[in-house]
């Protein structure tokens, strides 16, 4: 009609222009998105903390807050593997009277130390401080190296297994301070408690066969004791002559028979493995493997 404004076109053109115009926004759309979707990453990636090394070695000046933290954060119990006192975390003061301090207010705390240790009156005496704070103590003939198991979240110890006069550093690896949990309970299920300086003839005959069933060595035994090598070996000769026993083995056995001597004990040294692992030089997984492949 003249003068309209309508104009006649087809619908199946008028409707396909509009889909080629709305096809034409939505890939402008997911061109916008896909850029803020870039965005968002790389602020994300900008913004992120940096992830903590797994092993990250310790320095003097950073040592006593770090081993504070390390406590701090600790909600498990502390496992403390001790070959010497004169080096190590040990000889940092200022941590060790905090340390103290954690234990006595009731921080659970187990603490291996190597029967050199007990040589030393002064150290003797350092040792029943701790126990008098509270803290588990236990003594093994030949602790393997020096380390600290912070709960299930970190280990402190020498770079160089079994040198604690090397470097100290910081474990987070997970697996690594796991294996290192397994290593302290094996140990410390093989190991014996704090002797008592005194005690009847009776006690101490229990207590020598029960040392000789873990493993111990004569001159560790002496040490362990606070007796003479002699003393040791003449104590023995008698026990086995009271007991008819030919050989040290047939001394065990013989002990278990009389009910002197728990029988679980005698099994517990090879159960761990620790016969074939003192002073082999190997490494906490290296252990674990050679206990599974037998």
Same mark, same amino acid.
């Given at each position: 009609?003249?003068?309209?404004?309508?104009?006649? !076109?087809?619908?199946?053109?008028?409707?396909?222009? $509009?889909? %080629?115009?709305? !096809?034409?926004? $939505?890939?402008?759309?997911?061109?916008?998105?896909?850029?803020?979707?870039?965005?968002?990453?790389?602020?994300?990636?900008?913004?992120? =903390?940096?992830?903590?090394?797994?092993?990250?070695?310790?320095? #003097? !000046? %950073?040592?006593?807050?770090?081993?504070?933290? &390390?406590?701090?954060?600790?909600?498990?119990?502390?496992?403390?593997? #001790?070959?010497?006192?004169? %080096?190590?975390?040990?000889?940092?003061?200022?941590?060790?009277?905090?340390?103290?301090?954690?234990?006595?207010?009731?921080?659970?705390?187990?603490?291996?130390?190597?029967?050199? *240790? &007990?040589?030393?009156?002064?150290?003797? /005496?350092?040792?029943? !401080?701790?126990?008098? /704070?509270?803290?588990?103590?236990?003594?093994?003939?030949?602790?393997?190296?020096?380390? *600290? #198991?912070?709960?299930?979240?970190?280990? *402190?110890?020498?770079? #160089?297994?079994?040198?604690?006069?090397?470097?100290?550093?910081? %474990?987070?690896?997970?697996?690594?301070? &796991?294996?290192?949990?397994?290593?302290?309970?094996?140990?410390?299920?093989?190991?014996?408690?704090?002797?008592?300086?005194?005690?009847?003839?009776?006690?101490?005959?229990?207590?020598?066969?029960?040392?000789?069933?873990?493993?111990?060595?004569?001159?560790?035994?002496?040490?362990?004791?606070?007796?003479? $090598?002699?003393?040791?070996?003449?104590?023995?000769?008698?026990?086995?002559?009271?007991?008819? /026993?030919?050989?040290?083995?047939? &001394?065990?056995?013989? =002990?278990?028979? =009389?009910?002197?001597?728990?029988?679980?004990?005698?099994?517990?040294?090879?159960?761990?493995?620790?016969? =074939?692992?003192?002073?082999?030089?190997?490494?906490?997984?290296?252990?674990?493997?050679?206990?599974?492949?037998?």
């Amino acid at each position: 009609m003249p003068g309209s404004d309508l104009i006649d !076109e087809d619908p199946r053109e008028t409707i396909s222009r $509009l889909i %080629v115009d709305e !096809e034409a926004r $939505l890939r402008v759309r997911q061109a916008d998105l896909a850029t803020a979707r870039n965005a968002l990453v790389r602020l994300h990636d900008l913004g992120a =903390a940096p992830a903590v090394p797994a092993i990250t070695p310790i320095t #003097v !000046e %950073v040592a006593p807050a770090l081993l504070r933290s &390390l406590l701090d954060q600790t909600a498990g119990p502390v496992r403390n593997a #001790v070959m010497r006192m004169d %080096v190590g975390s040990g000889t940092v003061e200022d941590w060790m009277s905090y340390n103290l301090e954690v234990v006595r207010d009731g921080k659970e705390q187990r603490t291996l130390y190597d029967d050199s *240790v &007990l040589e030393s009156p002064l150290l003797a /005496a350092e040792i029943a !401080e701790w126990a008098a /704070a509270g803290e588990r103590q236990r003594v093994l003939a030949g602790v393997p190296s020096e380390f *600290v #198991v912070y709960g299930d979240h970190a280990v *402190v110890g020498p770079e #160089v297994w079994g040198d604690p006069t090397s470097q100290y550093v910081v %474990v987070r690896d997970r697996m690594i301070v &796991l294996a290192f949990v397994d290593l302290f309970d094996r140990l410390w299920s093989a190991a014996s408690p704090i002797p008592a300086r005194r005690g009847s003839d009776q006690g101490e005959d229990e207590h020598l066969l029960d040392l000789l069933s873990r493993g111990f060595k004569d001159e560790a035994i002496a040490r362990y004791l606070g007796w003479s $090598l002699r003393t040791v070996r003449r104590r023995v000769a008698r026990l086995m002559d009271e007991l008819g /026993a030919k050989t040290r083995f047939q &001394l065990g056995a013989e =002990a278990v028979r =009389a009910g002197r001597l728990n029988a679980s004990v005698t099994g517990s040294r090879s159960d761990t493995g620790l016969a =074939a692992y003192q002073g082999s030089g190997t490494t906490p997984l290296q252990l674990g493997r050679r206990e599974r492949s037998g």
